[in-house]
């Protein structure tokens, strides 16, 4: 079985701080790991994804995020935020030889104050 | 715009009421999924079709059915809708059903059971 959780429903960042919002995950084999991000009134669309090739991992709109093995980690970070990064963001997880339908988080909202 | 898309983009409709939910995937892709978004219940996967057959099944009431046709589009089916299936229904496709392929969702339909 695999999941997902995502700690903080809602992170709260003013403009040009740093952006973390946390993704643990967990799966019996090797994960494929997905940031999604959510903008108002519209569908789901891909950040960035982790499979194996390297550790670090760069997305669209400068976010990056790293996969901790040890820590069964891949938390989504950017170095400062933007206004128009106000969202949802999802981490969701997949694997071969489990479920390769991915599970989804429950969510995070980022909220970017002026 | 990721290239799927999904009608109609709203949906008013009574308990106990019949709708169907339109889905077109992205040019190419062969697998389409259907999810559910609610606030209490997350981002809930429903069901998955990979040219034309029945892949995969999720949390899907058995109140709820789909099919994909031979032009790849699908099409979700709700039947004696509930108070507790408003929710926004989103559709997404990848190319194939492997577990390292990113899904592209559409905008969603939101459904709404008076």
């Known amino acids: 079985a695999q999941s997902v959780t995502q700690l903080g429903s809602h992170v709260s960042v003013s403009e040009g701080a740093l952006v973390l919002l946390r993704c643990n995950y967990s799966s019996s084999v090797p994960p494929y790991l997905f940031w999604y991000v959510q903008y108002p009134n519209q569908g789901l669309q891909l950040l960035l994804k982790y499979t194996s090739a390297a550790t670090l991992v760069k997305g669209i709109n400068g976010f990056e995020a790293e996969f901790k093995k040890s820590e069964t980690s891949f938390h989504l970070t950017k170095p400062s935020a933007h206004m128009s990064d106000a969202a949802e963001y999802f981490c969701?997880?997949?694997?071969?030889?489990?479920?390769?339908?991915?599970?989804f988080g429950r969510g995070t909202s980022l909220i970017v104050h002026p | 715009d990721s290239g799927v898309t999904q009608t109609p983009k709203h949906l008013i409709t009574a308990t106990g009421q019949r709708v169907t939910l339109r889905c077109s995937p992205r040019?190419?892709?062969?697998?389409v999924y259907w999810y559910q978004q609610s606030l209490d219940q997350g981002l809930q996967f429903l069901i998955q079709?990979?040219?034309?057959?029945?892949?995969a099944k999720g949390n899907i009431l058995e109140r709820f059915s789909a099919q994909q046709f031979p032009d790849l589009h699908s099409e979700l089916n709700l039947s004696s809708l509930e108070l507790g299936d408003s929710a926004l229904y989103f559709c997404?496709?990848?190319?194939?059903?492997?577990?390292?392929?990113?899904?592209?969702f559409g905008p969603g339909t939101r459904l709404t059971v008076l």
């Open positions: 040019s190419g892709d062969l697998s």
């Open positions: 997404a496709s990848s190319l194939l059903d492997r577990e390292f392929n990113e899904q592209f």
């Open positions: 969701a997880v997949s694997s071969s030889g489990g479920s390769y339908i991915p599970t």
């Open positions: 079709y990979y040219n034309g057959e029945e892949r």
